[in-house]
Nanobody
Framework: QVHLVESGGGLVQAGGSLRLSCIAS????????MGWYRQAPGKQRELVAT???????NYADSVKGRFTISRDNAKNTVYLQMNSLEPEGTAVYYC??????????????WGQGTQVTVSS
């Protein structure tokens, strides 16, 4: 069993900051890419940022310069520092990890999501 659990969401005013965390636990042999996605009401889930096991990052254009993704490989944890938040950032934020379990199976795993609400 593999579990990804997000935390750190909440309500913040526009211009404020939040830091999301996601811990992967269970029968994990190795983790490749980790990332954050978000889904706003009535919209499709979209990429926010990803980070490889070696620390190479990728961001959606809409968050470049405001969000920073990082990870602690020793703790199987990925973070998303979100600054200068905008009301358009209101969404459920999901953590994703591409990982191999101890049985040798490789796949993409998702957390349950954490709500971020940005008030104007």
């Amino acid at each position: 069993q593999v579990h990804l659990v997000e935390s750190g969401g909440g309500l913040v005013q526009a211009g404020g900051s939040l830091r999301l965390s996601c811990i992967a636990s269970g029968s994990i042999s190795s983790i490749n890419n980790m990332g954050w996605y978000r889904q706003a009401p009535g919209k499709q889930r979209e990429l926010v940022a990803t980070i490889s096991s070696g620390g190479v990052t990728n961001y959606a254009d809409s968050v470049k310069g405001r969000f920073t993704i990082s990870r602690d490989n020793a703790k199987n944890t990925v973070y998303l520092q979100m600054n200068s938040l905008e009301p358009e950032g209101t969404a459920v934020y999901y953590c994703n990890g591409d990982l191999r379990d101890y049985g040798g199976s490789y796949g993409a795993y998702w957390g349950q999501g954490t709500q971020v609400t940005v008030s104007s």
